[in-house]
C-alpha cells in the first residue's frame, strides 16, 4: 500500500457513503408517500413494470457488449502485451457502476411520480418537494457510486504501484481506462433510451394531439404509457449513466495531470493527485445543504420556482468556490491560489452557460416567446426560428468556454506564456480541474435535471387518472420548469464534457508515452526524423508533439479533425434517422388501434398499450447498436491508420464540431417543447387551436434534437478520448 496517502483522502470514501446513505433516506422518505387513488397506483404500476422491462433488456444486450470488449482488451493486455494488465477489469467495473446508477435512478423516479401528482393534489410546494427530493437520489447515487470507485481502484492500485512519481502517473492514467467502460455504457444507455422515449413521444403527439385532437397524456392515447417509459428510460437511467461518467472522467483526468505536472516532486505530485477528489468530495456535503434549501409557495410563477432551485444551486455553488480555496490552501499546493481561481473560473463557466440556457429555452423569456408567436403562421414558420434560435444560442457556451479555457490554463500556470513543456502541463491541470469546479455541485445540480421526468410523468398521471384540474396546472407548472432545468443541466453535462475531453487530450499523449515504453522493454526502437533515438521516458510534451509531427501542417492532423467532425453530424444523422424509424413504426401502430379498436375515442375500449411499449423497446435495442459501436470503432481505426498525430485530430474536431452541435440541438429542442407549453397555457389560441398544433410539430422535431442525439454528443467527444487512451498501445504498435 501507498503509505504517503494523506489522511484527507479518506474523506472521499467518507463522503460517498454519506451521498449513498443520504440517497437512501430521500428514497424511504419518498415512498412513506401516499401514491394516490387505485388510479394512480395502477397508472403507475404500468409504467414501472414498463420501464423496468425495457432496462433489464437493455443491460442484456450491453453486457454482451461489454464481455466482448473485455476479452478483447484482455487479449491486448496478456497476449499482445500492448495494454496495462488492468483495463479489462477497470473497464467492467467503470461500465457497471454507471449502469448502477442509471437504475437506482429510475426505480426511484418510477415510485416517485404517482406520488408526487398525488402530493400536487395538497399543493405546489408539496408536489415540488417529492419531485426535487426523489431527484435528489440520482444527483447523489451518482455522486457517490463515482467517487467510491474512484476511491476503491486508488487504494488497490497504490497497493500494487506503491510510491509517487512514475507509480502515480501509471495509477491515473490505469484509473482512466474504466472511465471508457462508464462512457460505452452512458452511450447504449442515452442513445437506446433516447430513441425509445422519442418514438413513443411523437407517436403519442402526432397522431393523438395533431390528428385526433385529445389532450396530451390522455389514456384513450395507446401510446401514452410507452411516453411515460421513455421519460424514464431516457431522461432518467439515460442521463443518470450519462453524468456518472462525466463526473469520474473530469476528476479522474484531471488526478492524471496533476501527476503528470507536478512529477519531479513527489509530495505535491500525490497533492496534486488527490486534490481534485477531495474538491468532489467536498461537494457532496454542499449540495446537500442546498438540495434542504429548494422550496417555493402556492401560486409560484415560472420565475419564483427558478428561484426556488436557482437558490439551492447558487448558495452550493458559492460554497464550494470558498471550500476549494481553503482546501488548496491547506494542501500549500504549488500556486494554489491560481489553481483555486481555475476552479472558480469552472463554476462560473457553468453558472453563465445554465443562466444562457435557460434565457434560450425558457418560456419567461423572449427567445421561446418569439417561437411560440411565430406558430400563427404555421409549423414551418416556428421550425426556421427555433432552428435560428438553437444556432444563435451557441455563442454563450462556446465564448464562455474559450474564455474559461485560457483562464483556468493561465491562472494556473501563472499567466506563463513561454508554452515551455512545464508551463503546459501546469496549465492543463487548471483546465482539468476547472471541469472538476463546474461539476463539483453535481448532486444538487443532478438533482434540478432528475426532478423534471418525475415531474412530467406526474402529469401524465394526473391526466389519466382524471384528478382535478388544478392538478395538472400545477403539475404543468413543474414540468414546464423542468424542461428549462433539463436543458440547463444539459448545459452544464456539455460545458464540462468540453473541458474534460480538452484535458484528456493531455492525458492520452502520456498513454501513448507508457505505451512507447512498454514497446521499448520488449525491444522496439523509436527514432525520429534526424536519426536521433527517442527516449519516451524522458520526453516532454513540446518534444513529444515534434517527434509525432502534431502540428496544422501535417496533413494526417487534419484530416483526423475533418473526421472527428465529421463523426459528430454523422452520429447525429444515424440516431435521428433511428428515432425517424422507430417513430414511424409508432404512429402507424397508434394509428392501427384508433382503427380497429372500436370505441377508444369514445373511452368504451382500452388501448393495447403493451403492444405500444413492446414497439419502442424492440426499435430502441435494434437501433441503438450501430451508432455505439461506431463511436468505438473510429478511433481505433484513425489511429491504425493516420498514427498518434491524426488520433490528436480526430479528438480535436471532435469535440469542437460535437460541442457546438450538441449545443445547439439541446437548446433548440428545449426551446420547441417550451414554446409549446407557452401556447398550452392559454396564448395565441390555448390548446387545441392551429397554432398549438404548430407548436407540436415543433415539439416533435425538437424532441430528438434534445433527448437523443444532443445530449449523447458530449458522451460521444469523451468516448472517442477515452477509446484513444485505452487504445494508445495498439496505435503505437500499428504506427
Same mark, same amino acid.
Given at each position: 500500500?501507498?503509505?504517503?496517502?494523506?489522511?484527507?483522502?479518506?474523506?472521499v470514501?467518507?463522503?460517498?457513503?454519506?451521498?449513498?446513505?443520504?440517497?437512501?433516506f430521500?428514497?424511504?422518505q419518498?415512498?412513506?408517500?401516499?401514491?394516490?387513488?387505485?388510479?394512480?397506483?395502477?397508472?403507475?404500476?404500468?409504467?414501472?413494470?414498463?420501464?423496468?422491462?425495457?432496462?433489464?433488456?437493455?443491460?442484456?444486450?450491453?453486457?454482451?457488449?461489454?464481455?466482448?470488449?473485455?476479452? %478483447?482488451?484482455?487479449?491486448?493486455?496478456?497476449?499482445?502485451?500492448?495494454?496495462?494488465?488492468?483495463?479489462?477489469?477497470?473497464?467492467?467495473?467503470?461500465?457497471?457502476?454507471?449502469?448502477?446508477?442509471?437504475?437506482?435512478?429510475?426505480?426511484?423516479a418510477?415510485?416517485?411520480?404517482?406520488?408526487?401528482?398525488?402530493?400536487?393534489?395538497?399543493?405546489?410546494?408539496?408536489?415540488?418537494?417529492?419531485?426535487?427530493?426523489?431527484?435528489a437520489?440520482?444527483?447523489?447515487?451518482?455522486?457517490?457510486?463515482?467517487?467510491?470507485?474512484?476511491a476503491?481502484?486508488?487504494l =488497490?492500485?497504490?497497493?500494487?504501484?506503491?510510491?509517487t512519481?512514475?507509480s502515480?502517473?501509471?495509477?491515473?492514467?490505469?484509473?482512466?481506462?474504466?472511465?471508457?467502460?462508464?462512457?460505452?455504457?452512458?452511450?447504449?444507455?442515452?442513445?437506446?433510451g433516447?430513441?425509445?422515449?422519442?418514438?413513443?413521444?411523437v407517436?403519442?403527439?402526432?397522431?393523438?394531439?395533431?390528428?385526433?385532437?385529445?389532450?396530451?397524456?390522455?389514456?384513450?392515447?395507446? $401510446?401514452?404509457?410507452?411516453?411515460?417509459?421513455?421519460?424514464?428510460?431516457?431522461?432518467?437511467?439515460?442521463?443518470?449513466?450519462?453524468?456518472?461518467?462525466?463526473?469520474?472522467?473530469?476528476?479522474?483526468?484531471?488526478a492524471?495531470?496533476?501527476?503528470?505536472?507536478?512529477?519531479?516532486?513527489?509530495?505535491?505530485?500525490?497533492?496534486?493527485?488527490?486534490a481534485p477528489?477531495? =474538491?468532489?468530495?467536498?461537494g457532496? &456535503?454542499?449540495s446537500?445543504?442546498?438540495?434542504?434549501?429548494?422550496?417555493?409557495?402556492?401560486?409560484?410563477?415560472?420565475?419564483?420556482?427558478?428561484?426556488?432551485?436557482?437558490?439551492?444551486?447558487?448558495?452550493?455553488a458559492?460554497? %464550494?468556490?470558498?471550500?476549494?480555496?481553503?482546501?488548496?490552501?491547506?494542501?500549500?499546493?504549488?500556486?494554489?491560489?491560481?489553481?483555486?481561481?481555475?476552479?472558480?473560473?469552472g463554476?462560473?463557466?457553468?453558472?453563465?452557460i445554465?443562466?444562457?440556457?435557460?434565457?434560450?429555452?425558457s418560456?419567461?423569456?423572449?427567445?421561446?416567446?418569439?417561437?411560440?408567436?411565430?406558430?400563427?403562421?404555421?409549423?414551418?414558420?416556428?421550425?426556421?426560428?427555433?432552428?435560428?434560435?438553437?444556432?444563435?444560442?451557441?455563442?454563450?457556451?462556446v465564448?464562455?468556454?474559450?474564455?474559461a479555457?485560457?483562464?483556468?490554463?493561465?491562472? @494556473?500556470?501563472?499567466?506563463d506564456?513561454?508554452?515551455?513543456?512545464?508551463?503546459?502541463?501546469?496549465?492543463?491541470?487548471g483546465?482539468?480541474?476547472? @471541469?472538476?469546479?463546474m461539476?463539483?455541485?453535481?448532486?444538487?445540480?443532478?438533482?434540478?435535471?432528475?426532478?423534471?421526468?418525475? $415531474?412530467?410523468?406526474?402529469?401524465?398521471?394526473?391526466?389519466?387518472?382524471?384528478?382535478?384540474?388544478?392538478v395538472?396546472?400545477?403539475?404543468?407548472?413543474?414540468?414546464?420548469?423542468g424542461?428549462?432545468?433539463?436543458?440547463?443541466?444539459?448545459?452544464?453535462a456539455?460545458?464540462?464534457?468540453?473541458?474534460?475531453?480538452?484535458?484528456?487530450?493531455?492525458?492520452?499523449?502520456?498513454? %501513448?508515452?507508457? $505505451?512507447?515504453?512498454?514497446?521499448v522493454?520488449?525491444?522496439?526502437?523509436?527514432?525520429?526524423?534526424?536519426?536521433q533515438?527517442f527516449?519516451?521516458?524522458?520526453?516532454?510534451?513540446?518534444q513529444?508533439?515534434?517527434?509525432?509531427?502534431?502540428?496544422?501542417?501535417?496533413?494526417?492532423?487534419?484530416?483526423?479533425?475533418?473526421?472527428?467532425?465529421?463523426?459528430?453530424?454523422?452520429?447525429?444523422?444515424?440516431?435521428?434517422?433511428?428515432?425517424g424509424?422507430?417513430?414511424?413504426?409508432?404512429?402507424?401502430e397508434?394509428?392501427?388501434?384508433f382503427?380497429?379498436?372500436k370505441?377508444?375515442?369514445?373511452?368504451?375500449?382500452?388501448?393495447?398499450?403493451?403492444?405500444?411499449?413492446?414497439?419502442?423497446?424492440r426499435?430502441?435495442?435494434?437501433?441503438?447498436?450501430?451508432?455505439?459501436?461506431?463511436?468505438?470503432?473510429?478511433?481505433?481505426?484513425v489511429?491504425?491508420?493516420?498514427?498518434?498525430?491524426?488520433?490528436?485530430?480526430?479528438?480535436?474536431?471532435g469535440?469542437t464540431?460535437?460541442?457546438?452541435?450538441?449545443?445547439?440541438?439541446?437548446?433548440?429542442?428545449?426551446?420547441?417543447?417550451?414554446?409549446?407549453?407557452?401556447?398550452e397555457?392559454?396564448?395565441?389560441?390555448?390548446?387545441?387551436?392551429?397554432?398549438?398544433?404548430?407548436t =407540436?410539430?415543433?415539439?416533435?422535431v425538437?424532441?430528438?434534437?434534445?433527448?437523443?442525439s444532443?445530449?449523447?454528443?458530449?458522451?460521444l467527444?469523451?468516448?472517442m478520448?477515452?477509446?484513444?487512451?485505452?487504445?494508445?498501445?495498439?496505435?503505437? $504498435? &500499428?504506427?
Open positions: 500500500m501507498n503509505m504517503n496517502i494523506p489522511v484527507a483522502f479518506w474523506l470514501p467518507v463522503a460517498s457513503v454519506v451521498a449513498l446513505s443520504m440517497a437512501w430521500f428514497f424511504r419518498m415512498m412513506t408517500e401516499d401514491e394516490g387513488t387505485p388510479r394512480m397506483r395502477e397508472i403507475a404500476g404500468h409504467v414501472r413494470h414498463g420501464a423496468m422491462a425495457y432496462l433489464k433488456q437493455q443491460y442484456r444486450v450491453v453486457t454482451m457488449v461489454f464481455i466482448v470488449l473485455a476479452v %478483447i482488451f484482455a487479449f491486448m493486455a496478456y497476449v499482445l502485451k500492448v495494454q496495462n494488465p488492468w483495463v479489462p477489469f477497470a473497464f467492467l467495473t467503470g461500465g457497471f457502476f454507471s449502469g448502477l446508477a442509471g437504475f437506482f435512478g429510475m426505480k426511484t418510477t415510485y416517485a411520480s404517482g406520488r408526487t401528482a398525488n402530493a400536487a393534489r395538497k399543493g405546489l410546494n408539496q408536489g415540488l418537494r417529492v419531485a426535487f427530493r426523489s431527484g437520489v440520482m444527483g447523489l447515487v451518482v455522486v457517490g457510486l463515482g467517487l467510491l470507485d474512484i476503491i481502484w486508488f =488497490i492500485l497504490s497497493a500494487f504501484y506503491p510510491g512519481g512514475v502515480l502517473i501509471t495509477i491515473t492514467t490505469t484509473m482512466l481506462t474504466f472511465g471508457m467502460g462508464a462512457s460505452t455504457q452512458a452511450l447504449f444507455a442515452r442513445v437506446g433516447g430513441i425509445y422515449t422519442k418514438a413513443a413521444d407517436g403519442a403527439d402526432l397522431v393523438g394531439k395533431v390528428e385526433q385532437d385529445i389532450p396530451e397524456d390522455d389514456p384513450r392515447n395507446p $401510446a401514452t404509457i410507452a411516453d411515460n417509459v421513455g421519460d424514464n428510460v431516457g431522461d432518467v437511467a439515460g442521463m443518470g449513466a450519462d453524468l456518472y461518467e462525466s463526473y469520474c472522467g473530469s476528476i479522474l483526468s484531471t492524471a495531470l496533476g501527476a503528470t505536472a507536478f512529477a519531479l516532486n513527489g509530495d505535491m505530485q500525490l497533492k496534486a493527485v488527490i477528489m477531495i =474538491i468532489a468530495s467536498v457532496i &456535503f454542499l446537500l445543504i442546498g438540495i434542504f434549501l429548494v422550496r417555493t409557495k402556492e401560486g409560484a410563477t415560472m420565475k419564483d420556482l427558478l428561484k426556488s432551485l436557482s437558490l439551492g444551486t447558487n448558495v452550493s458559492v460554497l %464550494i468556490a470558498v471550500a476549494t480555496f481553503v482546501i488548496l490552501y491547506l494542501f500549500q499546493l504549488d500556486n494554489w491560489l491560481g489553481v483555486s481561481f481555475s476552479v472558480i473560473t463554476l462560473c463557466a457553468g453558472v453563465i445554465g443562466q444562457g440556457t435557460e434565457y434560450y429555452t418560456h419567461s423569456y423572449k427567445p421561446t416567446q418569439d417561437i411560440a408567436a411565430s406558430s400563427q403562421t404555421g409549423a414551418a414558420t416556428v421550425i426556421i426560428k427555433g432552428i435560428g434560435t438553437g444556432m444563435i444560442s451557441t455563442m454563450i457556451p465564448v464562455t468556454i474559450s474564455v479555457i485560457m483562464l483556468s490554463y493561465l491562472c @494556473a500556470n501563472g499567466f506564456l513561454s508554452m515551455s513543456a512545464a508551463s503546459m502541463s501546469r496549465g492543463l491541470y483546465i482539468g480541474i476547472a @471541469a472538476v469546479g461539476l463539483s455541485t453535481l448532486g444538487i445540480t443532478l438533482a434540478t435535471d432528475a426532478y423534471g421526468p418525475i $415531474a412530467d410523468n406526474a402529469g401524465g398521471n394526473a391526466e389519466m387518472s382524471e384528478l382535478e384540474p388544478q395538472r396546472q400545477r403539475t404543468d407548472a413543474l414540468d414546464a420548469l424542461n428549462t432545468t433539463a436543458a440547463t443541466g444539459k448545459g452544464f456539455i460545458g464540462s464534457a468540453a473541458l474534460t475531453a480538452l484535458a484528456l487530450l493531455a492525458s492520452y499523449v502520456e498513454e %501513448i508515452k507508457i $505505451a512507447m515504453a512498454r514497446a522493454e520488449n525491444g522496439q526502437t523509436f527514432v525520429d526524423n534526424a536519426g533515438v527516449n519516451p521516458e524522458t520526453a516532454d510534451m513540446v513529444f508533439m515534434e517527434f509525432f509531427q502534431v502540428n496544422l501542417m501535417n496533413p494526417k492532423v487534419l484530416v483526423g479533425a475533418f473526421i472527428g467532425g465529421m463523426a459528430a453530424f454523422l452520429f447525429c444523422g444515424l440516431t435521428m434517422g433511428a428515432v424509424r422507430a417513430a414511424q413504426s409508432m404512429v402507424e397508434v394509428r392501427r388501434q382503427r380497429e379498436i370505441g377508444i375515442l369514445e373511452g368504451k375500449a382500452t388501448p393495447d398499450y403493451g403492444r405500444c411499449v413492446e414497439i419502442s423497446t426499435s430502441a435495442q435494434k437501433e441503438m447498436i450501430f451508432p455505439s459501436l461506431l463511436a468505438i470503432a473510429i478511433p481505433i481505426a489511429g491504425c491508420l493516420l498514427g498518434v498525430a491524426g488520433v490528436m485530430g480526430l479528438l480535436v474536431g469535440l464540431a460535437g460541442f457546438t452541435l450538441a449545443v445547439f440541438m439541446a437548446n433548440a429542442g428545449g426551446a420547441w417543447d417550451n414554446a409549446k407549453k407557452m401556447v397555457e392559454g396564448n395565441f389560441g390555448g390548446k387545441g387551436s392551429a397554432c398549438h398544433k404548430a =407540436i410539430v415543433g415539439d416533435t425538437g424532441d430528438p434534437f434534445k433527448d437523443t444532443g445530449p449523447s454528443l458530449n458522451i467527444i469523451k468516448l478520448s477515452m477509446v484513444s487512451i485505452v487504445m494508445a498501445g495498439l496505435t503505437v $504498435a &500499428f504506427s
